[in-house]
């Protein structure tokens, strides 16, 4: 096996003179040494991941990553070559004696001035940098602002970062020459479509390759991005030197070569009513996507429609320029692009219940979507390529439920008074978001009972964490009558399943969760008709239960899953046209659209006004995701989601110099949050069930992390008295330093 | 982020361990509990070409007294050891307090005081303490020893006055006096980071209740660990009252120059500095009381 | 730049392995390519995610700031030396089990080791204890709460073992 190790470019932007590897592929260890020149007409450009939906008017620059850098270089840590040895500690040495040549260009950093006419370009024909513009309404906002009480407008900045993962990215190729077979072991959230992209750009069949997802250590959302160079490279390389190549990521490479999300500029308002209704909100807002777009529109689409959240906004206006920077490319991660929305709409909430004098919550409350008025078309366009619907909804008993967990009231009225009155700085803060989870296109899955009795269901998807193994198990269990331990369940290998999307969107409980449901109502079917054949009795007249099917009354009169199983697959006699043999079913679940959840967090925080830190004193999620498949599961993923959302309120943020130098890039300085950051939380459920598929179920991935931000802003205000000062919090992310720098600005 | 290549040796005696590094000078570096060097090598920030492991050095480990007012401690004392240690706690509660802001158990295991010390960074906590409580630091070389007083020490961002021959192998500070109580504080973004400014101070009462002597150390304040002497000073003769730790934290401004970084602005660590300092007095004042 | 090799006898969940490393090669490494014992798990290679972490001469540390050569004549604790045998979990692996302590599992094996012996040093530890012992260990799948009670839990149930 030989190892990889690429050579990144240290400049945030330049033209490549020369890469001369001579002295490197001389190095003791080193077997070759590969440049763009030496991918020949294998070197392209990637595919694009997501087109982009079908809006009127979008304009749509396509500009994918390039497998080795060419020409130019676009971002800080941009693959310019790769060197292939015994080991990895030798190939790093010998990325030391790669020269590379080049002329700096200025770096397109800054948002504001990327767009500009005159500012350098990170794609030479692309003027302004305008990866995409896309313009999105319903009704007219122009009209409601005219017959507003109140028009407020804001400007947010909001920043997310880096999903780091505790396992980073992942890959080994293996080409067997005398098979004809390419297979790769890769940390991919996707592994059908990793198999299909490969096969084309190798120009193999889809059958001369699997690709194995195996327990993945974390993905969040960018190890679904495909085609990374490494992925592209190490392959063609493993074929071109007949031998199998392994690239792992190592933390530092991790802060450039895995996509993250980023920062967003909003220029948003609001048109209320007298009494703090919603009357149309108007926002602009600049998208940074770094060097390259493939994954389309995705994320600033995500921002556009989820800022609608739970509530009705007869009028909007929005309008996003996705914006060409030279920085690693931003693709989704875990909220994919919601946040940004959820921050701007809630935060204009909160500024108008100030101005209005109105409650927070009841602000909220007054604008939401009621309960009878489901399905809700909000008439835009949103990911799935479908006009944005929530299926179902009922958020006022979240918000309520919520609001007593947290003892909203009693907080307010009595516990900060007493607390204030003794100098301490505590405050409250409620915030409310929808998530669209579930879309398709589709997941399929195939369930099997085995001649030993249990149960084998293997699905397209891969698995990072979500308990797949557990809640596909549960669903195969719950049709089939057997112990959930008695079912194993395959995810991420393509020989096991051949087709599918992969694991993303807040979708696997809800497209592969119904797939196996599907599936295994089959089987039951097949099971059921079996043994009525060998009972010579009808259908009604058996059960399923405890690993077999028994006659109803009958005691002692039954047979078991496994004995039906090698029944249904003889060595003899005949399977009749029209059958198959064995008890085995393949179905596939495609939604029509994406399943609405919603949710509400709550946070009491006390601040030290001096030095800006802060404790969390007590954190409250309501969830509705419909059906719940496992619970346990389930509020694990909201922990692990709020965990990563208190990070991207407080904590973390990837921070560029001028240059497009990234200059915290370590765990050092690019902080995660630990134990003693994250509080201990209390979640609850409700159950609206979706109508879109028959387990009524919907995805929940993601909600933990969405509305962290703007809840940490309200919090903060009201420990902080702001208000008072005439100081808001109005960007993420926020940190001692910046609330310091917010409070002490002269005015 | 493997580290470059290197030759290795565990030096078996501080003679043996001295003697390469005479050979060798700056192409060498000492291994100690490399929770400092080893993350600079795998970045290939560091690349020495030897590297001199002196965890077998027992001799320099371990905490002995010096006369009835100092405490020597070996500079491969683990933190994790001096964190159990009860005579450090009792006796350099400065130190003691300290500790659980310096990273975290795993590398307090490993890590060292000299080699903390050594490393010099100016955000970390130890420095600070050295200087604060005018400890002084023993270095052996193939020549000789010599003493060499903290603030002497600390001569830059990560250099001290180590020749290239030289290994710090004792620090000495001065126990707890009586009629006097200590605090080491600090801000930082998470527990275990560096510090975003940290204050560690001692205040001695005399038999009226006024201070005798104070001494306040900052660290992450410049590019050394700071001796805010004005300040200090400031306090000797009078009661640590509230107007009197206001002054100090003023003063304590032109002592310091920090350098601001991704997490702190310059203005937020003069902020800090002020913040800190007069929390820290006063909580050492409060001790003093005690133990007055 | 040259470098050299050393032998290293050292004794990994109570098997003597011997071994010639080369100098540079960092015991993280050295457990999982040389020694093939996996579960130790790299996260970031600069001392701070915790992932690595083992027990070495009966105290938690993290392997990716050592080197393999450092290890000879100590004894080294991994993940693969939790469990009594074949059949049985430790404590600490079954409370994680029962608590749904882990996702995806890659922070577990450096998470386990640093409560081993912090179980050991303090068997009957407060939530906050915890969190401090865990400040160390950084996760991103989990939000720590799960593992927090899981190891109440262990504490809980090794009491209740310990005559």
Redesign the interface.
């Known amino acids: 096996m030989l190892h990889a190790a690429f050579l990144r470019s240290n400049v945030a932007h330049a033209r490549i003179r020369s890469i001369d590897a001579a002295a490197a592929r001389a190095h003791p260890g080193v077997v070759a040494v590969f440049t763009a020149a030496d991918l020949g007409s294998q070197w392209a450009p990637g595919p694009l991941l997501v087109p982009p939906p079908p809006i009127a008017g979008a304009v749509f620059n396509q500009h994918t990553q390039v497998p080795l850098a060419k020409d130019k270089v676009r971002y800080v840590g941009e693959p310019i070559a790769v060197v292939l040895a015994h080991s ?2 030798i190939a ?2 010998a990325l030391a004696d790669i020269a590379f040549e080049y002329d700096p260009l200025p770096a397109v950093v800054d948002l504001e001035s990327a767009i500009e006419d005159a500012s350098a370009r990170v794609h030479d024909e692309v003027r302004g940098n305008i990866a995409a513009h896309v313009r999105q309404s319903r009704g007219n906002y122009t009209a409601a602002r005219g017959r507003a009480a109140h028009v407020i407008a804001r400007r947010f900045l909001y920043d997310h970062g880096a ?6 990215r992942g890959m080994v190729a293996h080409w067997d020459a005398r098979a004809n077979h390419l297979t790769m072991w890769d940390t991919t959230q996707a592994p059908v479509f990793l198999r299909n992209g490969l096969a084309a750009m190798l120009g193999l069949s889809e059958r001369q390759v699997r690709v194995i997802a195996p ?6 959302g960018p190890k679904i991005m495909l085609f990374y160079p490494e992925e592209v490279v190490v392959p063609w390389a493993a074929m071109k030197l007949g031998r199998p190549v392994k690239w ?1 990521e ?3 490479e991790h802060f450039f070569a895995t996509t993250h999300e980023r920062g967003q500029i909003h220029d948003a308002e609001m048109a209320l009513s007298p009494d703090g209704k919603i009357l149309g909100i108007k926002d602009v807002f600049l998208h940074d996507t770094g060097a390259y777009n493939p994954y389309g529109l995705t994320v600033p689409i995500n921002s556009q429609c989820t800022l609608l959240g739970p509530y009705v906004v007869p009028n909007y206006d929005s309008t996003f320029t996705a914006v060409f920077t030279n920085k690693p490319i931003v693709t989704p991660y875990r909220g994919a692009g919601r946040q940004h929305g959820v921050f701007v709409i809630e935060r204009l909430l909160d500024v108008a219940a100030r101005g209005l004098n109105v409650d927070r919550a009841e602000i909220r409350r007054r604008n939401f979507i009621p309960a009878d008025a489901f399905p809700y078309n909000n008439e835009i366009i949103y990911q799935d390529f479908t006009a944005l619907t929530y299926d179902s909804g009922n958020y006022e008993p979240i918000l309520d439920k919520a609001l007593t967990m947290i003892g909203y009231r009693e907080f307010l009225d009595k516990e900060q008074p007493r607390l204030r009155a003794r100098g301490r700085h505590v405050g409250i803060g409620v915030a409310c978001y929808v998530e669209g989870t579930g879309i398709g296109p589709y997941e399929g899955a195939k369930v099997q009972v085995q001649a030993n009795g249990k149960v084998s269901v293997a699905t397209g998807i891969g698995t ?4 797949h193994f557990t809640s596909f198990a549960q669903i195969a269990a719950d049709q089939l009558g057997v112990e959930v331990s008695n079912v194993d369940v395959v995810t991420g290998d393509t020989d096991q399943f051949y087709w599918g999307a992969g694991t993303f969107a807040s979708r696997g409980a809800v497209v592969t969760g119904n797939a196996v449901n599907e599936a295994a109502k089959v089987v039951r079917r097949k099971i059921l008709k079996l043994a009525a054949e060998h009972f010579e009795c009808a259908e009604d007249d058996l059960e399923i239960g405890a690993g077999a099917v028994s006659v109803l009354g009958v005691p002692g009169k039954a047979v078991t899953l496994g004995e039906l199983a090698l029944k249904a697959n003889p060595m003899r006699g005949a399977v009749r046209p029209g059958t198959e043999p064995g008890l085995e079913s393949t179905q596939y679940f495609g939604p029509p659209s994406g399943a609405t959840a919603a949710g509400v967090h709550a946070m009491i925080v006390e601040v030290d006004p ?2 800006f ?1 802060l404790e969390v004193l007590k954190y409250v999620v309501v969830h509705d995701c419909g059906t719940v498949i496992n619970p ?2 389930l509020s ?9 959302g208190i990070g991207n309120a407080f ?1 973390e943020q990837l ?1 560029f110099d001028d240059e497009g130098q990234l ?2 890039a ?4 690019y ?8 509080p ?2 209390e979640i609850a459920h409700t159950v609206t069930v979706s109508p879109l598929n028959p387990l009524g179920i919907k995805g929940a991935g993601e909600a ?1 992390a969405i509305p962290v931000g703007p809840l940490f802003a309200q919090a903060l205000e009201d420990a902080l008295g702001l208000a008072e000062q005439k100081v808001e919090l109005n960007e993420i992310p926020l ?3 910046r609330l ?2 917010l409070t ?1 600005k002269p005015r | ?2 580290p ?2 290197f030759k290795y040796v565990a030096a078996r005696t501080l003679e043996q361990a001295l003697a390469l590094k005479a050979e060798h000078g700056d192409e060498a570096r000492f291994l100690a509990g490399g929770q400092s060097l080893v ?1 600079t090598m795998n ?2 920030l560091t690349q020495p070409a030897i590297l001199i492991d002196i965890n077998f050095l027992t001799q320099c480990a371990g905490t002995r007294n010096s006369g009835p007012g100092h405490l020597r401690i070996g500079a491969l004392t683990r933190y994790g050891e001096l964190e159990r240690d009860r005579e450090i706690a009792r006796k350099l509660p400065l130190v003691h307090e300290a500790l659980p802001h310096i990273a975290h158990p795993q590398i307090r295991n490993r890590g060292t005081i000299g080699g903390n010390l050594a490393h010099a960074d100016p955000a970390s906590e130890m420095p600070a303490i050295v200087v604060a409580l005018t400890g002084r630091m023993r270095t052996q070389s193939k020549r000789g020893e010599r003493w060499v007083a903290a603030p002497d020490f600390f001569t830059g961002a990560l250099s001290t006055a180590l020749k290239s021959d030289e290994m710090l192998t004792e620090v000495e500070m001065p126990v707890s006096a009586p009629s006097s109580g200590s605090c080491f504080m600090e ?1 930082a ?5 560096f510090a ?1 400014i940290g204050v560690a101070c001692t205040v001695r009462l005399d038999d009226n209740g006024c201070c005798k002597e104070a001494r306040i150390g900052l660290c992450n304040a410049g590019e050394t660990p700071v001796f805010a002497a004005d300040a200090s000073n400031s306090l000797v003769g009078r009661p640590v009252g509230i107007r009197e730790i206001d002054q100090a934290g003023e003063l304590v401004q032109g002592a310091i120059d920090p350098g601001g970084n ?4 310059k ?2 660590q003069r ?2 500095a002020r ?2 300092t007069k929390r820290a007095l006063a909580t050492a004042n409060r001790r003093a009381q005690r133990e007055h | 730049m040259s470098t050299d090799s050393h032998d290293v006898a050292v004794t990994v969940n109570g098997t003597l392995y011997r071994r010639s490393v ?1 100098s ?2 960092l015991l993280s490494d050295f457990l999982r390519h040389d020694l093939l014992l996996a579960g130790t ?6 001392g ?2 915790g ?1 690595c972490t083992v027990v070495f001469d009966g105290v938690a540390v993290r392997s990716c700031l050592m080197f393999a050569a450092q290890a000879d004549g100590h004894a080294i604790t991994t993940v693969e030396g939790l469990a009594p045998d074949p059949d049985h979990l430790h404590p600490l692996q079954e409370a994680m089990r029962d608590c ?1 302590g ?6 577990t094996p450096g998470v386990l080791m640093t409560m081993k012996t912090f179980l050991d040093e303090t068997p009957a530890p407060d ?1 906050g204890q ?3 012992a ?15 009670d899981a190891v109440m839990l262990a504490a809980e149930r090794l009491r209740g073992r310990s005559p």
């Open positions: 990895r500690y790093e040495d999903s780091s993962p505790i396992e980073t327990f993945v250590g974390g993905g969040f792992i190592d933390r530092l990072q964490g979500q308990g001096q030095t830190t346990l599961i694990g993923q909201i922990h692990g989601g709020v965990a990563q904590y921070v200059l915290n370590s765990l050092a300085d902080l995660l949050p630990s134990a003693l950051e994250v201990r939380m933990g940190s001692p330093n310091f720098a002490t | 982020m493997k470059a290549p993350p970045f290939r801000v973004r998470r527990r275990g980071d975003l991704i997490h702190a602005s203005d937020f902020h800090l913040v800190l | 080369e540079r090669v798990h790299v996260g970031c290679e600069h701070v995610c992932a749904h882990l996702q995806c599992g890659y922070c939530e915890i969190r401090e865990l400040s160390g260990n950084l996760c991103r799948c989990t939000g720590y709460q799960n593992i927090v």
